[in-house]
T-cell receptor, first 114, second 113 residues
Framework: DQQVKQNSPSLSVQEGRISILNCDYT??????FLWYKKYPAEGPTFLISISSIKDKNEDGRFTVFLNKSAKHLSLHIVPSQPGDSAVYFC?????????????FGQGTRLTINP | EAGVTQFPSHSVIEKGQTVTLRCDPI?????LYWYRRVMGKEIKFLLH????????ESGMPNNRFLAERTGGTYSTLKVQPAELEDSGVYFCASSQVQVSEQYFGPGTRLTVT
């Protein structure tokens, strides 16, 4: 039972344009969401998070949007840079209810073309 | 500040053998987690320590897996005896408080032949 889904296995974007990565979840108990970036042979690197009391969080070029009614979140990267090429994982947890374990999506491979 | 470290980076063992993975969390982080990624699939939760206590071990696949966290510092994950399906990358993560991001180590790639 896949509670967190990233339906696009890959995405290709031109350098300088906007990258939009999407994530859907099914468990309404989730109240904290995170995006991680992963390079080959490395562990996931934390990018940005959002709690369910917000609908938007920004950090530099990265913005996460949360639509609780649709159980959908997205990560926007503007402008996209070649170093952004990596696999991006969406993750969800329910820490406010004592469940801190992260449930991950399958990942989306982002390629930024020069 | 040093990040999460894991040892070894890669281990190749035969089916039936024993392997012990080690994780050193970020200093001061009470929460320590183990995750596993098998065959390029999603990263799956194994268990969560708060200091030396197991808070949640709902993701442990079976009793061949034993995790310990001595004194609330580093943690070990032992697989005994190893099976072919245990192959994958084992990640350790740590966090300071309950509602916060988890910081991941580089992972240990386990290959069981």
């Amino acid at each position: 039972d896949q509670q967190v889904k990233q339906n696009s296995p890959s995405l290709s974007v031109q350098e300088g344009r906007i990258s939009i990565l999407n994530c859907d979840y099914t468990n309404s108990m989730f109240d904290y969401f995170l995006w991680y970036k992963k390079y080959p042979a490395e562990g996931p690197t934390f990018l940005i998070s959002i709690s369910s009391i917000k609908d938007k969080n920004e950090d530099g070029r990265f913005t996460v949007f949360l639509n609780k009614s649709a159980k959908h979140l997205s990560l926007h990267i503007v402008p996209s840079q070649p170093g952004d090429s990596a696999v991006y994982f969406c993750a969800a947890s329910a820490p406010f209810q004592g469940a801190q374990k992260l449930v991950f999506g399958q990942g989306t491979r982002l390629t930024i073309n020069p | 500040e040093a990040g999460v470290t894991q040892f070894p980076s890669h281990s190749v063992i035969e089916k039936g053998q024993t392997v012990t993975l080690r994780c050193d969390p970020i200093s001061g982080h009470d929460n320590l987690y183990w995750y596993r990624r098998v065959m390029g699939k999603e990263i799956k939760f194994l268990l969560h320590f708060v200091k030396e206590s197991k808070q949640d071990e709902s993701g442990m696949p079976n009793n061949r897996f034993l995790a310990e966290r001595t004194g609330g510092t580093y943690s070990t994950l032992k697989v005994q005896p190893a099976e072919l399906e245990d192959s994958g990358v084992y990640f350790c993560a740590s966090s300071q408080v309950q509602v916060s991001e988890q910081y991941f180590g580089p992972g240990t790639r386990l290959t069981v032949t």
